[in-house]
């Protein structure tokens, strides 16, 4: 069956997206907060399907061994997000390895995700890697968040405690803005102004 056939054919389905860092959870953290609309987020599925003993996170132990375990987590077997991230940055191979795992997995259980909300007219679809991962299928329209790079830097600084040369690697590590404006709906100005974006979205939602 086609993906769009899962899903109800005149259901709104935004996908928003943009860089890392971008501000997506402080918008999507408004709008949940102040509209009755669904909301979906890839990187919590992306976390559901590599927990202990789902198949993804076989898959993973058997590709890189034990030692992507994080033994100080509260279970101590569950997956070291951090230094899987820094595997996959560094080596082009583990990074395309990942993706074709973890892609596949993580857009057909949001398809499911979707169907449970089959009768909301509008839903909400965070997806960080929108445009890398293919996902624009399964969305009616995309929102894209633009933010300085200057203002991602700090962010990413402040929030992972890195540096500034690690800061600007993982910037440029994803589709520039520029390319993923081509095929947006909707740019999302978040800038030092919120009421930019603000205004945005009380307009269109």
């Known amino acids: 069956m086609d993906i769009l056939q899962k899903l109800k054919n005149k259901q709104r389905r ?3 997206t943009g860089g890392i860092a971008s501000g997506k959870t402080t918008i999507t ?3 949940r907060k102040n ?8 990187d919590n599925l992306s976390r559901e399907l590599i927990k202990p003993n789902t198949y993804g996170y076989k898959k993973i132990l058997d590709y890189f061994g034990n030692k992507i375990i994080d033994n100080k987590s509260n279970s101590g077997r ?13 080596h082009s191979a583990s990074k395309e390895w990942i993706e074709n795992l973890l ?3 993580i857009k057909e259980k949001m398809i499911v995700e979707c169907s449970k909300y089959r009768n909301n007219e509008t839903i909400v679809l965070v997806i960080p890697l929108l445009f890398e991962a293919k996902f624009e299928d399964i969305c009616t329209e995309i929102w894209l968040v633009n933010c300085p790079k200057e203002l991602q830097k700090n962010r990413l600084i402040s929030r992972d405690k890195i540096s500034e040369k690690e800061a600007y690697e993982l910037i440029n590590f994803q589709l ?11 740019i999302l100005d978040n800038s030092d102004d919120q009421n930019k974006w603000i205004d945005t979205v009380r307009k269109l939602l």
């Open 14 to 16: 935004i996908g928003l």
């Open 78 to 90: 569950e997956i070291n997000r951090k230094l899987l991230r820094n595997i996959i940055f560094q």
């Open 103 to 105: 892609h596949p997995l």
């Open 176 to 186: 520039s803005f520029e390319e993923k404006r081509k095929f947006s709906d909707i």
């Open 29 to 31: 953290n408004y709008i």
């Open 35 to 42: 509209k009755n609309i669904p909301i979906l987020d890839a």
